[in-house]
Nanobody, 126 residues
Framework: QVQLVESGGGLVQAGGSLRLSCAAS????????MGWFRQAPGKEREFVAA???????SHADSVKGRFTISRDNAKNTVYLQMNSLKPEDTAVYYC????????????????????WGQGTQVTVSS
């Protein structure tokens, strides 16, 4: 099965930047659509960004212009570059994966994904 491990979270001041990484084990990355979700205390898990196997992108309105999802298929890794961070971005960020029907398939719903990482904490201070 696919194993996903997030890294790169931490404590940062408002206006700062972080880059999250999600590494997939072995060759399990091939053919998978990927996504980033986040969950703040007392809130439901919400969509942040997604990317298809072929590189199609989608970002939530709340992060457009500030966050960018990308992937390096050769390294079996997906990234989330986070700039201009705000205190309301504070959450546990989760990497998710699913085998895509087509190379251009992109998925936005929590229930679309069946593989999840353990999460990495991002805390933004004011």
């Amino acid at each position: 099965q696919v194993q996903l491990v997030e890294s790169g979270g931490g404590l940062v001041q408002a206006g700062g930047s972080l880059r999250l990484s999600c590494a997939a084990s072995g060759r399990t990355f091939s053919g998978y659509a990927m996504g980033w979700f986040r969950q703040a205390p007392g809130k439901e898990r919400e969509f942040v960004a997604a990317i298809s196997w072929s590189g199609a992108l989608s970002h939530a309105d709340s992060v457009k212009g500030r966050f960018t999802i990308s992937r390096d298929n050769a390294k079996n890794t997906v990234y989330l570059q986070m700039n201009s961070l705000k205190p309301e971005d504070t959450a546990v960020y989760y990497c998710a994966a699913r085998l895509a029907y087509y190379s251009g398939s992109i998925y936005l719903r929590n229930d679309d994904y069946n593989y999840w990482g353990q999460g990495t904490q991002v805390t933004v201070s004011s």
